[in-house]
């Protein structure tokens, strides 16, 4: 079936335009072969079918319905030769390495802004910086324990770092139970492809949660927070809870008493060491956040700071994705490491540097604009795809608050085939690798590959028309 | 166990008990009408009115429906989203719980309670309810023991597990009381009835099939049918796991293995009134209830098991968790998605 597919413009993952197949698509290319069209429909199906019931869904964000919906899942799996995983890992060992010591240097002695390598205004700006917690030992010293850090590949199939996501990324699950369907799909394909294994990543997480447990505590219970059945990442975090065999706990089933938390048992109060929290900063606790947070546990903060409960990730990590932040994470890995990235960031204009503002609004409509604190997709424009009233609203925005916006050329992501109505085009995708920073850096090979499923889209977001794959990295280079 | 997932448990059996029971009563007096001649448009509302009475919700009944019609009352109990307590929604409730505690559960309990949820709530299930109610009441049955079965032989039979049995034999014990008390009107006040028209038999015997007791009744009365008999077998069996006497003596020992207290010892009043009441059930005779009134008795049996409930709640939940609603729900899904 995918012997008429074609590459249509830009870096194709499967196809080199001269050479054909790929090396490490040559044994997948070769086995898929064998499968025909209805045998390939009835597995799409079948998978479909086994999300739904499974409940692997997620919630449209702002659908007062609380609709689910299953994020579509496309069977052709993307394909990671050694190689090229084993450089990946290496730049993104840097990079959390690069921003774990920022993190604690702003945090901490500021060497970073002193010695003017950053300039001090961007940071204490920064929404995300939370001053309350200037001079607080975190656990271990480690801010950021998980982070999903997103990867596309530019016109000459070069890696470049898009963000880092270091609050609360969300998409593991997708990873685990994409791999789940593509095992019971073609369950010949893995041994003979010789595909990397994932499915230890819940005991890794909970190995780097157990690492953070607060002094003295031997055996530590952890727990994970959730804001709730009604977020999008609900899945997720009952999938994650049942994974790591650890209680899921909303803010209500907690309570602090005497600076120590505590879980409501039928059996009484049980106390509670460490917590993998999925709720934001704002919102943990309404007696130092936001007062009117219905998702936190008051006094929480209060037993972090004394030390009596761990958080991951820390308070205050949000700062360093700030996408203005991002502009300045290869200079953190030369200021730090003393070391060139690995790999590169996507050129940035920072729209509050006057020569990059000039430029930015002379080329809106070449740049894609994205507000620094925004994800999943919102508050951005995509200058080639928008229309001139969407420019201008921009514009305007951009000059009200330039410390909130950066500019970046378009980048067209690598394409991937991928099944559209009976056949196979070529659609952009990116990559989300998922790293955990505890007593070693851990990453599971590949990560979440999303890819944008409407023809042209280069958004690959679950909230606007996005899908996910399976990701495979391969034991050897073909 | 956290107090909020023993709630959520304790409220997904009850509705998934719940959705079955209304199940069993539409669909057998569906089925019995076809055998009753002379049907006219009053006689249907004095049949069908007392089957929303017994349910408890006859004022919300009134507050969507006019009269008691047969079409009324089948949408109320069965497809209103409206009745909170309707099939559907109890189906929804039941999922909505389980998907609270996701982790808490099987997988295949998972899977068999989102695929009764999904049916529901497509348009296949109103097309198979027009085609054929029979089939359709049919799919929520099986669905249900499907998933006590496989509550059964799945889940580990730890606290959760008691928590799920607590409220699965509460609510069963409670709907049983509200399908014996369906024809009160026909029985005297006090005392046992003398003789019974062949059209009151057919009513008591609709009455047994609801609680999936005919063939049990059968095998221990014979095909003889009399409302006194009937009551006995409903709520003094004790190897008839839909009587009264059996639901409350598997809630007594559900209480006792989460507290781990025994036999006559009690250390919270769930404990007590449970105790009570099935000392009560194990020591009366069906004439000694029909010399107060079968329909008073019910009424208090029904208080007894409310009150229970209340107390299992102060016992171990003894806050409320109620479903996200308002801005709650919007703060849930306005986390920053990264």
């Not at chain 1, 869904?57 to 799996?77: C, H, Q, R, S």
């Not at chain 1, 963000?163 to 893995?190: H, T, W």
């Not at chain 1, 005497?258 to 048992?265: K, L």
């Amino acid at each position: 079936m995918l012997q008429k597919y074609e590459v249509n413009s830009g870096f194709d993952e499967m196809l080199d335009p001269r050479t054909g197949v790929r090396g490490h698509y040559q044994k997948f290319h070769n086995l898929f072969r064998h499968v025909s069209p209805v045998e390939y429909d009835a597995k799409r199906q079948s998978v479909d079918t086994a999300f739904l019931r499974q409940g692997i869904t997620f919630n449209v964000y702002g659908d007062a319905m609380g609709a689910e919906k299953i994020f579509p899942f496309d069977l052709i799996p993307r394909i990671i030769p050694s190689r090229e995983w084993e450089h990946l890992e290496r730049g993104l060992q840097q990079r959390i390495a690069a921003l774990n010591l920022f993190l604690h240097d702003i945090y901490h002695e500021q060497r970073i802004l002193k010695d003017g390598v950053i300039p001090e205004f961007y940071v204490l700006s920064a929404r995300h910086f939370r001053r309350e917690f200037v001079n607080f030992e975190v656990p271990r010293g480690i801010y950021i324990h998980i982070c999903g850090t997103d990867l596309i590949r530019d016109k000459d199939g070069n890696y470049l770092v898009l963000e880092d996501n270091g609050r609360c990324p969300s998409g593991v699950s997708y990873v685990l139970e994409n791999r789940r369907a593509m095992k019971r799909a073609f369950p010949g394909m893995f041994e003979a492809i010789g595909v990397r294994p994932v499915e230890n990543y819940p005991q890794e997480l909970l190995k780097t949660l157990r690492h953070i447990a607060p002094v003295g505590v031997a055996d530590p219970t952890v727990v994970l927070l959730t804001p709730g059945v009604y977020n999008s990442a609900y899945f997720e975090h009952t999938y994650l809870a049942r994974h790591m065999g650890i209680e899921i706990v909303e803010g209500r089933d907690l309570f602090v008493r005497d600076s120590r938390v505590y879980m409501r048992t039928t059996k009484g109060p049980q106390p509670v060491h460490v917590i993998y929290r999925r709720v934001d900063d704002d919102f943990i606790d309404p007696t130092v956040f936001r007062r009117d947070s219905l998702l936190g546990v008051p006094g929480l903060v209060h037993a972090y700071r004394a030390g009596n409960v761990s958080l991951a990730n820390s308070i205050g990590t949000g700062i360093a994705d700030d996408k203005v932040m991002y502009y300045f994470v290869p200079r953190m890995i030369k200021y730090y490491l003393d070391q060139e990235p690995i790999i590169p960031n996507v050129p940035t204009y920072l729209a509050s540097e006057a020569a990059d503002l000039k430029y930015s609004l002379e080329h809106l409509p070449e740049l894609v604009v994205k507000a620094a604190n925004e994800s999943g997709g919102y508050g951005m424009l995509m200058g080639p795809k928008a229309t001139r009233e969407e420019i201008e609203i921009f514009r305007e925005k951009i000059i009200a608050d330039p410390r909130n916006y950066i500019a970046q050329p378009m980048i067209f992501l690598s394409q991937h085939p991928t099944y559209c109505d009976g056949t196979f085009e070529g659609r952009h995708v990116d990559l989300r690798p998922f790293i955990l920073s505890g007593e070693h850096t851990t990453i599971i090979p590949g990560g979440l590959t999303r890819v944008a499923l409407r023809k042209g889209s280069l958004v690959v977001n679950s909230s606007q028309g996005g899908g996910s794959k399976d990701t495979w990295v391969l034991y050897g280079d073909d | 166990m956290l107090s909020r997932v023993a709630n959520s448990l304790y409220w997904m059996a009850r509705y998934i008990e719940r959705a079955e029971n209304i199940a069993r009563i539409v669909d057998v007096n569906l089925q019995l009408l076809l055998d009753i001649r002379h049907l006219d448009e009053r006689r249907l509302i004095a049949y069908w009115l007392p089957i929303v009475q017994a349910t408890g919700d006859e004022q919300e009944f009134f507050k969507l429906h006019p009269q008691a019609t047969g079409h009324a009352v089948t949408e109320f109990l069965v497809f209103q989203m409206e009745n909170p307590n309707s099939l559907v929604q109890s189906i929804c409730q039941a999922r909505e719980n389980a998907r609270m505690v996701r982790d808490q559960i099987t997988l295949e309990l998972w899977e068999e309670l989102n695929r009764l949820y999904l049916f529901v709530r497509s348009p296949q299930a109103r097309d198979s309810w027009r085609r054929s109610p029979s089939d359709f009441f049919h799919e929520i049955k099986a669905s249900s023991l499907h998933i006590v079965g496989i509550i059964n032989a799945t889940l580990l039979h730890n606290q959760g597990w008691w928590f799920v049995q607590t409220g699965q034999f509460l609510e069963r014990a409670d709907k049983t009381t509200r399908i014996l008390d369906v024809r009160y009107e026909s029985l005297p006040d006090r005392g046992v009835p003398d003789r019974i028209s062949s059209e009151d038999a057919l009513e008591w015997s609709a009455v047994l099939r609801s609680c999936s007791a005919w063939d049990a009744y059968k095998s221990s009365h014979g095909a003889d049918i009399h409302p006194r008999q009937v009551a006995e077998f409903l709520l003094l069996s004790d190897d008839f796991p839909r009587s009264v006497r059996f639901c409350v003596n598997e809630l007594n020992r559900a209480l006792r293995r989460i507290s781990g207290v025994s036999e006559g010892h009690f250390t919270n009043t769930a404990e007590k009134l449970t105790g009570r009441f099935l000392a009560e059930l194990q020591f009366s005779t069906i004439d000694e209830i029909f010399e107060q009134g079968l329909h008073r008795y019910l009424d208090e049996a029904q208080a007894k098991l409310n009150n229970i409930g209340n107390e299992l709640f102060q016992a171990y939940i003894s806050q409320p968790f109620e479903a996200a609603t308002g801005e709650h729900m919007v703060q849930q899904e306005e986390q920053q998605q990264q």
